[in-house]
């Protein structure tokens, strides 16, 4: 059994205040390591209800496509976002208020990040990410912060 402490982890998050107004519109974080390879946790609207969504990268659908989704209790509410690495896993979370936080998927495989399976460039970064998917919009997102904790050697040298 691998030990705990040797297992490379690191945990981003942000807060995010974002009224989706349509489904094309989404804001949140992601794991991007290329083009199609890449995890992307966000809010936006679906069947006219706020939900938190997953997305993976496809390069088969040359697009990105839906993991899983839930609806949020507060739509109007700000949201916060955040992603634990886990060696080779990840857990997206989130939470709204003064609630606790809540799964939306644990222990996703991160291989779909690994330059094995996206080739070229090495290493996956996190990032705040706003889209309109190709469509109109004059809708804004706003990040209100970026943290960052992880167990990492570059995150010890400060």
């Not at 080739?119 to 919009?137: D, E, P, R």
Request: neutral net charge.
């Amino acid at each position: 059994m691998e030990n705990v402490s040797s297992i490379h982890s690191v945990r981003p998050s942000t807060a995010l205040q974002f009224t989706p107004k349509s489904e094309n519109e989404k804001a949140g974080l992601m794991i991007f390591q290329g083009e199609f390879n890449f995890y992307f946790m966000c809010k936006s609207i679906k069947e006219n209800k706020t939900v938190i969504q997953l997305f993976k990268g496809d390069k088969k659908a040359g697009n990105m496509v839906l993991i899983t989704e839930l609806p949020l209790s507060n739509p109007s509410a700000a949201i916060q976002l955040e992603i634990e690495a886990k060696g080779g896993l990840y857990d997206f979370k989130y939470k709204q208020g003064n609630e606790g936080w809540l799964t939306l998927k644990n222990d996703v495989d991160g291989k779909y990040l690994s330059t094995q399976a996206a080739g070229g460039f090495i290493g996956s970064l996190f990032a705040l990410y706003a889209t309109s998917s190709g469509q109109q919009s004059d809708n804004t997102a706003s990040f209100k912060w970026l943290d960052y904790s992880g167990n990492d050697k570059i995150y010890h040298s400060k």
